[in-house]
């Protein structure tokens, strides 16, 4: 079956600007993970859904940052007002259940270049 | 709080020798452990993971890993090394609960040569 996506797969904006990218979870996968790969900063956590719900935002490193997930599928990371630290891959990932013994599934990454 | 350390950020070996790639975390809770892998241009993919039971656990490509709570390290090793391993390969945790995110390592760029 289809894995998850995120769209666009490159993304280049200029400082100032906001930015939206999405991620289209497994079908039928309850959980939803943004994480962020940077070279300064490896693989962070950002934000965690169960459902439509997000109970843990606690990796959003600012409140530029915000997600949303609608109808327990498709989410949106929105990046208000980037900065050139904001550049980096955002990867989304989904699991059935969203215990932690479930096995995450990685989408391919949005790359961003903020100018 | 958790965290991972993989302490070489790249490990050079020639094709068909063994590997190391070594893991140690800390946490306060139990957790599971996780070894994904990171093929040049692709995505992240589950390599094999702990969660119970038996402390050595194998991936269906050669890779093996045990977990070793006294030393509370997670090494994966490979008895012999393949060009296509060519990889990053990162470890991670995540605690015994519900809903909870994985906490990375640095990861470890594996460098097969001919």
């Known amino acids: 079956g289809a894995g998850v996506s995120q769209s666009p797969s490159n993304k280049v904006t200029e400082k100032g600007k906001d930015v939206e990218l999405r991620c289209d979870p497994i079908?039928?996968?309850?959980?939803l993970y943004w994480y962020r790969q940077s070279l300064g900063q490896g693989l962070e956590f950002l934000i965690y859904?169960?459902?439509?719900?997000?109970?843990?935002k606690s990796g959003l490193p600012s409140d530029r940052f915000s997600a949303e997930r609608t109808g327990g599928s498709v989410s949106t990371l929105t990046i208000q007002r980037t900065q050139q630290e904001d550049s980096a891959v955002y990867l989304c990932?989904?699991?059935?259940?969203?215990?932690?013994?479930?096995?995450?599934?990685f989408g391919p990454g949005t790359r961003l270049t903020v100018l | 709080a958790q965290s991972v350390t993989q302490l070489d950020s790249q490990v050079p070996v020639f094709e068909e020798a063994p590997v190391e790639l070594r893991c140690n975390y800390s946490s306060s809770v139990s957790v599971y452990l996780f070894w994904y892998v990171q093929y040049p241009n692709q995505g992240l993919q589950l390599l094999l993971k702990y969660l119970s039971g038996s402390t050595l656990v194998e991936s269906i490509n050669g890779f093996e890993a045990e977990f070793n709570k006294s030393q509370t390290s997670f090494h994966l090793r490979k008895p012999s090394v393949h060009i296509s391993d060519t990889a990053e390969y990162f470890c991670?945790?995540?605690?015994?609960?519900?809903?909870?995110?994985?906490?990375f390592g640095g990861g470890t760029r594996l460098m097969v040569k001919p």
């Open positions: 859904f169960q459902g439509n719900s997000a109970p843990d």
């Open positions: 991670a945790v995540s605690e015994t609960g519900a809903g909870n995110m994985l906490t």
């Open positions: 079908s039928g996968h309850t959980a």
């Open positions: 990932a989904s699991s059935f259940l969203g215990q932690g013994a479930d096995t995450q599934y």
